[in-house]
């Protein structure tokens, strides 16, 4: 896919500093969140690069401000000034994950990512990032602090020869049996009950043509119990203890 694989292809940890009016952009933490002017430095002297974005804050529990110290973001690219030569070459729309409360849970969900990547390429790819967040209104700097870069939907869609859909109510056995089972078997695994095919919570889609079987891509892995976070609770209505204790949320297929 050309530029647009580089960042996915290693493991290393990429260092960054977001900067701009950040304060601002933290408190922004309504329903409709609105975008603000940024960059994004990665690199260090002389071959630092400096990309002008646009972010705001995103998610539904991660965005409430009583629940966690930072929003997830977007990061939103313009191919027009982005370099070519960078690793956010042909990025478009990316979602960073931020810490909730400590960014140790952080590294847990991406090796959670890690590890799906090795059950089925239909799986969202990971970058773990070391972040400073720089307020250049107040001219404040954090601590660096550890948070995911996740592929975006349609690139994901791409490299598996499918386009994205989406369709509320869908029932489970109108997806791609395999798929579906190796899905349902690995949240099971991993402790996960946040998730569900019929309300595409957490869940994304994705078919090889308009005739084909959606297959199901999870993503948000927070809430599972080998992350351990200690915000994550079940639903009341699975009537489980905690995200340590285990419920098959899938179906028996024919």
């Given at each position: 896919m050309g530029q647009t694989s580089h960042l996915f292809d290693t493991d290393e940890v990429l260092e960054l500093n977001l900067r701009g009016d950040l304060k601002k952009v933290f408190k922004d933490r309504g329903e409709v969140s609105?975008?603000?002017?940024?960059?994004?430095?990665?690199?260090?002297?002389p071959e630092t690069v400096a990309i002008p974005i646009i972010i705001k804050t995103r998610g539904h529990f991660r965005k409430i401000s009583s629940n966690c110290d930072y929003p997830p973001l977007y990061l939103n690219f313009k191919k027009s000034t982005t370099p070519q030569s960078s690793v956010f070459a042909g990025q478009d729309k990316m979602k960073l994950v931020t810490p909730c409360q400590g960014d140790k849970y952080v590294i847990?969900?991406?090796?959670?990512?890690?590890?799906?990547?090795?059950?089925?390429?239909?799986?969202?790819?990971?970058?773990?990032?070391?972040?400073?967040?720089?307020?250049?209104?107040?001219?404040?700097?954090?601590?660096?602090?550890?948070?995911?870069?996740?592929?975006?939907?349609?690139?994901?869609?791409?490299?598996?020869?499918?386009?994205?859909?989406?369709?509320?109510?869908?029932?489970?056995?109108?997806?791609?049996?395999?798929?579906f089972l190796k899905m349902a078997i690995f949240e099971y695994m991993i402790g996960n009950t946040d998730w569900s095919i019929q309300y595409q919570q957490n869940i994304k889609l994705i078919r090889t043509d308009s005739t084909s079987l959606p297959i199901a891509v999870p993503y948000d892995f927070d809430h599972a119990g080998i992350v351990k976070a200690p915000y994550a609770n079940p639903a009341?209505?699975?009537?489980?203890?905690?995200?340590?204790?285990?419920?098959?949320?899938?179906?028996c297929m024919p």
């Open positions: 609105e975008y603000n002017q940024a960059t994004l430095q990665y690199g260090n002297n847990y969900e991406y090796l959670v990512y890690k590890l799906y990547n090795l059950v089925t390429p239909r799986s969202f790819k990971a970058r773990l990032v070391k972040v400073t967040y720089q307020d250049t209104v107040k001219n404040k700097s954090s601590d660096p602090y550890y948070g995911i870069l996740l592929e975006e939907e349609k690139q994901m869609a791409r490299r598996n020869q499918s386009s994205s859909f989406e369709k509320i109510g869908l029932r489970p056995i109108s997806t791609r049996k395999e798929d009341p209505e699975l009537k489980l203890s905690s995200t340590l204790q285990r419920r098959y949320r899938g179906y």
